[in-house]
């Protein structure tokens, strides 16, 4: 399975301010997600990155909150603006490889919003 | 829409003591259905993938299953190295952009 490495792995933020997050994969892949897991609970999908096109939010997330770059096969940012405590989450992305593209998931970045 | 449900919440066993967890789902034609091990402050470890109802999968404590309405994951003789939250996610076939769906996990401990 593909290594990935989240940089970075926990940032202490104040409200309004931006924070871009990076993930970086060993090998080539089509599709990089972007998750959310606030604390206690589960991971929410909040978009679908795939080289070459614009990604694709789910419901509830906007481009303008969380924009997100992948400039290659390999690299992706998320980058979550003018934050507020209510961001304050576990951010991990992941990348699908192998039959029916099965999720990878990186370390995580550990984000709180003061 | 594509659903998870996870039982119990939280688990707390003895060690030896194997027990199951259980994943249902509700989802319009299943792509696989995923189980991840997740360590506090960790990403999400994949185990198994389970594509068929009937299918079974085994990594050393852990033996997963299948049917049309629900998984188990059975934890044999477990030692405290298996504590841990453990995630069950579907991708259906009308899943967009092979999207996963995440139950909310149950929260196993196991004491020596």
């Known amino acids: 399975s593909a290594v990935i490495s989240q940089k970075p792995s926990r940032d202490i933020c104040q409200r309004g301010t931006s924070l871009t997050i990076q993930c970086q994969v060993d090998?080539?892949?089509?599709?990089m997600f972007w998750y959310r897991q606030q604390p206690g609970q589960s991971l929410t999908l909040i978009a679908t990155?795939?080289?070459?096109?614009?990604?694709?939010?789910e419901s509830g997330f906007v481009i303008d909150k969380f924009p997100i770059s992948r400039p290659n096969l390999t690299f992706s940012t998320l980058t979550v603006s003018n934050m507020s405590p209510e961001d304050s989450s576990i951010y991990l992305c992941?990348?699908?490889?192998?039959?029916?593209?099965?999720?990878?998931f990186g370390p995580g970045t550990r984000l709180l919003v003061l | 829409e594509d659903q998870v449900t996870q039982s119990p919440e939280a688990l707390r066993l003895q060690e030896g003591e194997s027990s199951s967890l259980n994943c249902s789902y509700t989802?319009?034609?299943?792509?696989?259905l995923f189980w991840y091990r997740q360590d506090p402050g960790k990403g999400p470890e994949f185990l198994f993938t389970l594509y068929s109802a009937g299918e079974e999968k085994e990594k050393e404590r852990l033996k997963a299953t299948l049917t049309k309405k629900e998984s188990f994951l059975h934890i044999t003789a477990p030692k405290p190295e298996d504590s841990a939250t453990y995630l069950c996610?579907?991708?259906?076939?009308?899943?967009?952009?092979?999207?996963?769906?995440f139950g909310g996990g149950t929260r196993v401990l196991v004491k020596p």
């Open positions: 996610a579907v991708q259906g076939i009308k899943a967009a952009g092979n999207k996963l769906t």
């Open positions: 989802v319009s034609g299943l792509r696989g």
């Open positions: 990155a795939n080289q070459g096109s614009e990604a694709t939010y």
């Open positions: 090998s080539q892949v089509t599709m």
């Open positions: 992941s990348v699908g490889q192998g039959r029916w593209e099965t999720q990878y």
